[in-house]
């Protein structure tokens, strides 16, 4: 009759048994923990405790939580890599906070000395962690697992029984079993020596060499990164140089030559929008038809670029991030003379496109006394003017586009040499134009209409050509690839690490004093769980078919073709 036993019901574990201790080691990589011990005096002796800090895992947990921490006050903080005009107006605004800052290095997190010290130490830590423990696990699959030990009754989960089958039908039996269900499994002594799961240890090390991946990704795309915004009206065009740019900042290690050669005309931007509904206004399409040339000598090809859809020419992607209306403007002095002609872009200030922006005539105007002079105009611009609310459009599509103007002239402060904002007008020494009643001079026109400045000062037309602005990204972030793959590969090697136990199966079967062949069948997990026992009931319940229990003396032959299968509990204190 087939008997079932657990360990011990002392609940001594199974680490105390020495023969014991051989079988159930090297189920891990991970690093034995030594006792507390101060070092030992000298250079090396501290060096080497040192060491051992910096490469234990709660140092490395550690190492993430500060690296954490120490990316909030970046995202909250203005950063002069990021932003440099809201980092002065911070500076404006905060005078006594500001020099702290600058002594933490909080307008600079990412590449300040603190954030990179921990960033150095937490890479040195994962590597000085990585590499025994990949040695150590290779060294396992070179290997076979471990003998039996002597006395299996001392393992979690346990079973016996008695068969008439020859100990090397059984053990063969077992070897077939073991080998079918994905054990590396082999013959040592008499018994049969497996064990599974070591996909668990191959997923934690998957995990800590992609945090490595990640830093350097991380790395490398924050150095080599460059990332500049253009604005361009519908006819214009972009060369990818630094000069041509409306805004540019990048790593520290990025140089010009890293820009993809590259430029691009903007054909045309098709802009539609609900039209009713609750999502009224809502834009159904963002589309800007572009034609491209690669290179020096590259043959225009045409393309479409939409939001989240970008163009792709080597390391640079370029994004549809905006858009707006740049009204047709033309300017004549009191003899009828052009002097300025050209589509004005405009900001948006809403979702209904209500836009804002200054016309500057700088060179080639002349007063009504003949003398040379500057005129500033400040527009105000609405895609759907309704009459009574001259404060807001009503739809972002041109469904009645008026634009408000008012007119200044004098010095515009161009000639100063201080970098001032094409959107913005200066008005420091500007007077305004005055109407007879001494009033400023404002007026809305449409498409069509002509503004006279006073005293023959000359005339501002709106064309009924509107045309249209698209904003564009051009990114590089070198690694990025490499980041995504890490993350992926970490997320994976962390599920591995978590969901798959390394277990161990034993197959003893030996001639007992009687004559009869004796199978003990042994489990032991890493940690505890109820798959042991269950998995190797299951492995028992197949091998009882192929070794069926043996009748004791004392029984009756045919109550024993009635046993049952045997049945594995686990030992005392194991989870169930």
């Given at each position: 009759?087939?008997e079932t036993?657990?360990?011990?019901p002392?609940?001594?574990?199974?680490?105390?048994?020495?023969d014991?201790?051989?079988?159930?080691?090297q189920?891990?990589?991970?690093?034995?923990?030594?006792?507390p011990?101060?070092?030992?005096?000298?250079?090396?002796?501290?060096a080497?405790?040192?060491?051992?800090?910096?490469?234990s895992?709660?140092?490395?947990?550690?190492?993430?939580?500060?690296?954490?921490?120490g990316a909030?006050?970046?995202?909250?903080i203005p950063?002069?890599?990021?932003?440099?005009t809201k980092?002065?107006?911070f500076?404006?605004?905060?005078?006594?906070?500001?020099p702290?800052?600058d002594?933490?290095?909080?307008?600079?997190?990412y590449?300040?000395?603190w954030?990179s010290?921990?960033?150095i130490?937490?890479?040195?830590?994962?590597i000085?962690?990585i590499?025994?423990?990949?040695?150590?696990?290779?060294?396992?699959?070179?290997?076979?697992?471990p003998?039996?030990?002597?006395?299996?009754?001392?393992l979690p989960a346990?079973?016996?029984?008695?068969?008439?089958?020859?100990p090397?039908?059984v053990r063969?039996?077992?070897?077939?079993?073991?080998k079918?269900?994905?054990?590396?499994?082999?013959l040592?002594?008499?018994?049969?020596?497996?064990?599974?799961?070591?996909?668990?240890?191959?997923?934690?090390?998957?995990?800590?060499?992609?945090?490595i991946?990640?830093?350097i990704a991380?790395?490398?795309?924050q150095?080599f990164?460059?990332?500049?915004?253009k604005?361009?009206v519908?006819?214009?065009?972009?060369?990818n140089?630094?000069?041509q740019?409306?805004d540019?900042k990048?790593?520290?290690l990025?140089?010009?030559?890293?820009?993809?050669?590259?430029?691009?005309?903007?054909?045309?931007?098709?802009?539609?929008?609900?039209?009713?509904?609750?999502n009224k206004?809502?834009?159904?399409?963002y589309?800007?038809?572009?034609?491209?040339?690669?290179?020096?000598?590259?043959?225009d090809?045409k393309?479409?670029i939409?939001?989240n859809?970008?163009?792709?020419i080597?390391?640079?992607?370029?994004?549809?991030?905006?858009h707006?209306y740049a009204p047709?403007?033309?300017?004549?002095?009191?003899?009828?003379?052009?002097?300025y002609?050209?589509?004005?872009?405009l900001?948006?200030?809403?979702?209904?496109v209500?836009?804002?922006?200054?016309i500057?005539?700088?060179?080639?105007?002349?007063n009504?006394?003949?003398?040379?002079?500057q005129?500033?105009?400040q527009?105000?611009?609405?895609?759907?003017?309704v009459?009574?609310?001259?404060l807001?459009?009503q739809?972002p599509a041109?469904l009645?586009p008026?634009?408000?103007?008012e007119?200044?002239h004098?010095?515009?402060?161009?000639?100063?040499g201080?970098?001032?904002?094409?959107?913005?007008?200066?008005?420091?020494?500007l007077k305004?134009f005055k109407?007879?009643?001494?009033a400023?001079?404002?007026?809305?026109?449409?498409p069509?209409?002509?503004?006279k400045?006073?005293?023959?000062?000359?005339?501002?037309?709106?064309?009924?050509?509107?045309k249209?602005w698209?904003?564009?990204?051009?990114?590089?972030?070198?690694?990025?690839g490499w980041?995504?793959?890490g993350?992926?590969a970490?997320?994976?090697g962390?599920?591995a690490?978590?969901?798959?136990?390394?277990?161990r199966?034993?197959?003893?079967?030996?001639?007992?004093?009687?004559?009869?062949?004796?199978?003990?069948m042994?489990?032991l997990g890493?940690?505890?769980?109820?798959?042991?026992?269950e998995?190797?009931?299951?492995?028992?319940?197949?091998?009882?078919?192929?070794?069926?229990g043996?009748?004791?003396?004392?029984?009756d032959?045919?109550?024993?073709?009635?046993?049952?299968?045997?049945?594995?509990?686990?030992?005392?204190?194991a989870?169930k």
């Amino acid at each position: 009759m087939s008997e079932t036993k657990t360990s011990a019901p002392d609940g001594t574990s199974a680490a105390g048994d020495e023969d014991l201790g051989a079988a159930g080691s090297q189920l891990s990589t991970a690093p034995a923990e030594d006792a507390p011990n101060l070092p030992s005096l000298g250079v090396i002796g501290w060096a080497r405790w040192f060491w051992r800090q910096l490469t234990s895992m709660r140092v490395a947990l550690l190492l993430l939580l500060l690296l954490s921490l120490g990316a909030i006050p970046g995202s909250l903080i203005p950063q002069t890599g990021i932003d440099e005009t809201k980092v002065a107006e911070f500076r404006k605004a905060h005078e006594t906070l500001a020099p702290i800052y600058d002594k933490l290095g909080l307008f600079n997190v990412y590449s300040s000395v603190w954030f990179s010290a921990i960033y150095i130490l937490l890479f040195v830590s994962l590597i000085g962690c990585i590499v025994p423990r990949t040695w150590q696990f290779v060294g396992q699959l070179r290997g076979r697992p471990p003998g039996a030990p002597k006395r299996l009754t001392r393992l979690p989960a346990y079973t016996t029984w008695r068969t008439e089958a020859e100990p090397e039908q059984v053990r063969e039996a077992a070897l077939a079993l073991l080998k079918k269900r994905r054990f590396r499994a082999h013959l040592t002594g008499d018994a049969v020596a497996a064990e599974k799961g070591y996909l668990r240890e191959v997923g934690n090390l998957a995990f800590h060499i992609a945090l490595i991946v990640m830093l350097i990704a991380f790395a490398w795309g924050q150095l080599f990164k460059s990332e500049g915004n253009k604005l361009v009206v519908e006819g214009d065009g972009f060369s990818n140089t630094l000069t041509q740019y409306d805004d540019f900042k990048s790593g520290s290690l990025f140089t010009q030559d890293d820009l993809d050669p590259f430029s691009f005309n903007l054909k045309n931007f098709t802009g539609t929008y609900e039209a009713s509904g609750p999502n009224k206004g809502t834009p159904r399409i963002y589309k800007a038809d572009l034609s491209y040339s690669v290179g020096a000598d590259g043959k225009d090809k045409k393309t479409t670029i939409k939001v989240n859809e970008p163009l792709e020419i080597g390391d640079s992607k370029v994004y549809l991030v905006s858009h707006g209306y740049a009204p047709v403007i033309t300017i004549r002095d009191g003899k009828g003379n052009i002097v300025y002609r050209d589509a004005v872009p405009l900001l948006p200030l809403d979702g209904n496109v209500t836009s804002t922006g200054a016309i500057k005539v700088m060179d080639g105007y002349r007063n009504a006394k003949g003398e040379r002079e500057q005129l500033g105009f400040q527009a105000f611009f609405l895609p759907t003017y309704v009459k009574g609310n001259e404060l807001a459009s009503q739809f972002p599509a041109l469904l009645n586009p008026v634009i408000n103007l008012e007119a200044y002239h004098g010095d515009l402060g161009v000639d100063a040499g201080i970098p001032q904002s094409v959107y913005q007008l200066n008005k420091k020494n500007l007077k305004g134009f005055k109407d007879a009643k001494g009033a400023q001079v404002r007026e809305n026109l449409k498409p069509g209409e002509t503004m006279k400045l006073p005293n023959g000062a000359g005339t501002v037309t709106f064309e009924k050509e509107i045309k249209e602005w698209a904003g564009f990204q051009v990114a590089r972030q070198p690694g990025s690839g490499w980041a995504l793959a890490g993350s992926l590969a970490a997320i994976f090697g962390l599920a591995a690490s978590l969901f798959i136990q390394r277990r161990r199966v034993w197959v003893r079967a030996a001639t007992g004093s009687d004559g009869v062949t004796v199978v003990e069948m042994a489990g032991l997990g890493r940690s505890e769980s109820a798959k042991v026992p269950e998995e190797l009931g299951d492995l028992a319940g197949i091998l009882y078919e192929q070794a069926p229990g043996a009748p004791d003396a004392e029984d009756d032959p045919a109550e024993s073709e009635a046993s049952p299968d045997p049945q594995v509990v686990p030992a005392e204190g194991a989870e169930k």
